[in-house]
């Protein structure tokens, strides 16, 4: 179990590392779009009107992708003022709450999701703007993050009865 | 069902979440997922909560937040922030307090060019607590100034919390990451006027020391070196937003460009410390925009169920004044900084106050750097405020949660009066934004 806990874990690393070279790579396509526009580099060429589009689109995979990680981590911020203030073993015992509200959260998402995407699928739905592509390729992504999601809140709900019958020191600070 | 169930379901039923320990993304998610099953036609309802999911964060006014958070990373990963506290150091030599009037300044230039209060805060809590405290300074000396300077980047134009604010209510986000910019200027003076009166008034509190022998050039070479083309980057932004050849989201990459090359050019940027800064970045930024994927749709809910006009109609028929409607939201606000986040603060009370504030004609501007000015404040109000709990966590064990507590509550206070000055003289936060159109 703890060898695919920790394959899992490369897993979700690599899908960050992932994120951040699609963060960098938006920062550059940006700053080449804003340049185009400003400065008549290239004939013909008065910036690259896809990026805003292409922007957006690396925002939410850059969301997705990072989302599981974050959870690994323990960096999806919570308020832990009153877990803090319970009796040890009872905030154990709402982590577990918190845990299983969770799974349900991703089963939902997944299960919803995959509509979502299969119902664009079958209808050959497009997504027009100044790129046309085909509207599942945008939904595909949120399911398939959820059920990441989902299985990492199983590995967690296995680390949690392992570990100590007190809460976990999770983050509680975003920014 | 009528409002009132529905608001103690969907307002009570988030907050309840929320305590509980439930991460904050999926606090909102769960009530999402049964306010959509109930409001909005059941399985219907669910597949388009998913797809509002996809949209929430494919949002191109969005994109400044990890590149914000992006520019300060880079400062910080490269060890430039360490160069740019020596040359303050070597500027500042005269003053009482002189330690922690340069940890405000040193934290003026940063928050031009980060958007993280807590990085800027774990910066220079990490390098100048320490030092300070090891030259005698009390911890309560030592410690105020950098919590308050912190928090403070939220109201700078580089910030991706405002960006948020903007995002989520409508705001106009370059008017509102104008706005905090006298208001923050303001207090960061009124800071260092604080010190060095209360130093003067208890010498005890930060004893002065010998002051490095740097003369003439050495003296301000690594301000040339360092600052100055450091806080350019700030211009670029601002120059490249305001000339009109990128619009202000795009200025958010300008700047984080600029960031990396500047890095590049001092040579202190490596493939490592690149991956470091970007890691820093997605922590921060991947957490905040899976927060609004897991809540966008909770403000529409909110309105579908009627819970939205029913409080609404609820504040509004009380024939209370404009300014007593702020000053109730205000005080909302500031009694929420103390127990939730400020991501959180945000998420519950926009649905309820745009309305308010739209109905009622309220400036924006002048709302939202008001409400900026309180999630600064609760970053900083014990016993949760997160600045508290990151200075402890790099503070030297001899600075004691007490010390910290006390640390804050003069710098509070100032904030709660530059909150009062803001809603008596709105010019004060309205007047940069108009100048600069």
């Known amino acids: 179990m703890q060898r695919i806990e920790a394959l899992y874990g490369r897993l979700l690393t690599a899908l960050a590392l992932a994120a951040c070279g699609l963060l960098f790579l938006m920062m550059i396509m940006i700053c080449v779009d804003v340049l185009l526009r400003n400065v008549a580099l290239l004939p013909h060429v008065r910036g690259l ?10 925002l939410y995979l850059v969301t997705m992708l990072a989302a599981p990680w974050l959870l690994r981590e323990g960096r999806h911020i919570r308020v832990d003022i009153v877990l803090r203030a319970l009796p040890a073993r009872l905030g154990w015992y709402l982590e577990w709450f918190s845990d299983a509200l969770a799974c349900v959260c991703c089963v939902a998402m997944v299960a919803y999701g995959t509509k979502a995407a299969y119902a664009s699928y079958a209808s050959h739905a497009l997504t027009i703007k100044t790129l046309v592509t085909p509207e599942w390729w945008s939904l595909a992504p949120l399911p398939v993050a959820f059920l990441l999601l989902g299985i990492e809140v199983l590995f967690r709900m296995v680390r949690l009865a392992q570990g100590e019958r007190a809460p976990r020191g999770d983050a509680v600070a975003a920014h | 069902m009528s409002w009132q169930a529905a608001s103690w379901l969907l307002l009570g039923g988030s907050t309840l979440l929320l305590l509980a320990g439930l991460p904050v993304a999926f606090s909102f998610l769960a009530i999402n997922l049964i306010g959509a099953g109930l409001f909005l036609g059941g399985s219907p309802g669910l597949v388009q ?46 003053v009482p307090g002189r330690l922690a009037v340069v940890a405000v300044v040193a934290g003026t230039i940063f928050s031009a060019v980060s958007g993280s209060t807590i990085a800027i805060t774990a910066m220079l809590g990490s390098l100048m607590v320490p030092l300070m405290i090891a030259r005698g300074y009390h911890p309560v000396m030592a410690t105020g100034p950098i919590m308050a300077v912190g928090a403070l980047d939220m109201l700078m134009p580089v910030s991706a919390l405002a960006v948020l604010l903007g995002s989520l209510s409508g705001i106009s986000i370059p008017k509102l990451l104008i706005g905090g910019f006298v208001p923050g200027m303001v207090l960061k003076a009124i800071f260092v006027v604080y010190i060095v009166l209360r130093v003067k008034m208890n010498p005890l509190l930060a004893p002065a020391t010998s002051l490095p022998a740097h003369r003439g050039w050495e003296r301000i070479r690594p301000l040339v070196m360092y600052v100055i083309p450091i806080l350019s980057i700030f211009f670029v932004v601002v120059a490249s937003m305001s000339a009109g050849w990128a619009t202000p989201t795009e200025s958010a990459a300008v700047g984080a460009f600029a960031t990396v090359v500047l890095a590049l050019a001092y040579r202190a940027l490596t493939r490592e410390r690149l991956l470091a800064a970007l890691r820093g970045t997605m922590s921060i930024s991947g957490m905040i925009l899976f927060i609004i994927v897991g809540a966008t749709t909770f403000s529409q809910i909110l309105s579908f169920s009627g819970a939205s006009d029913g409080l609404v109609s609820m504040i509004t028929g009380h024939n209370l004044s404009r300014d007593e409607i702020v000053a109730g939201m205000m005080l909302v606000l500031i009694f929420l900084g103390v127990f939730v986040d400020q991501v959180s603060m945000m998420l519950i009370t926009l649905p309820i106050f745009m309305p308010v504030v739209h109905k009622f004609g309220i400036d924006g501007v002048w709302f939202g750097v008001m409400f900026l000015i309180c999630m600064q404040l609760g970053l900083l109000l014990p016993p949760h405020g997160l600045l508290l709990m990151t200075m402890k966590g790099v503070a ?11 640390a804050v509550v003069p710098y509070v206070a100032l904030s709660l009066a530059m909150l009062a000055l803001v809603f008596f003289v709105p010019a004060v936060a309205v007047w940069l934004p108009s100048v600069l159109g």
């Not at chain 2, 996809?54 to 880079?74: K, Q």
């Not at chain 2, 030297?396 to 006390?406: A, D, L, N, T, Y």
């Open chain 1, 49 to 58: 009107a896809w990026a805003d589009e292409a922007s957006e689109y690396i």
């Open chain 2, 49 to 94: 909560l998913a797809r509002n999911c996809v949209d929430s964060v494919a949002s191109f006014s969005l994109t400044p937040i990890p590149l914000f958070v992006l520019m300060g990373e880079v400062l910080f990963h490269t060890g430039l922030a360490v160069k740019v506290i020596d040359a303050v150091e070597r500027l500042i030599t005269r």
């Open chain 2, 396 to 406: 030297p064990p001899e600075v004691r949660m007490s010390h910290i507590f006390r």
